[in-house]
Nanobody, 119 residues
Framework: QVQLVESGGGLVQAGGSLRLSCAASGRTFSSYAMGWFRQAPEKEREFVAGISWSGGNTYYADSVKGRFTISRDNAKNTVYLQMNSLKPEETAVYYC????????????WGQGTQVTVSS
């Protein structure tokens, strides 16, 4: 079992920044690929960013490239999402997720943290 707990959400003005954190349980965190997703009201959940188990490879949705940065600290069992130049349309619940099986889907999810960007 893997438990993921997000934190760092809140209210920010357009153009502002937030840093989300996702703390994971388990001794094998360093072997998991991790990702961030978001879901806005009445919209489908969408991929935001992903990072390989080592942190050597990162992936971003086109809409956030150049503004968001995903990183991880395997010693702290934590993955981060630095979000800069936030836009009102990025208001959503942000979720972190883990891939615990090689080449598998994201199979563990956190409960999410609310990010609200005011105009």
């Amino acid at each position: 079992q893997v438990q993921l707990v997000e934190s760092g959400g809140g209210l920010v003005q357009a153009g502002g920044s937030l840093r989300l954190s996702c703390a994971a349980s388990g001794r094998t965190f360093s072997s998991y690929a991790m990702g961030w997703f978001r879901q806005a009201p009445e919209k489908e959940r969408e991929f935001v960013a992903g990072i390989s188990w080592s942190g050597g490879n990162t992936y971003y949705a086109d809409s956030v490239k150049g503004r968001f940065t995903i990183s991880r600290d395997n010693a702290k069992n934590t993955v981060y999402l630095q979000m800069n130049s936030l836009k009102p349309e990025e208001t959503a619940v942000y979720y972190c997720a883990a891939v615990t099986r090689t080449s598998g889907p994201y199979d563990y999810w956190g409960q999410g943290t609310q990010v609200t960007v005011s105009s």
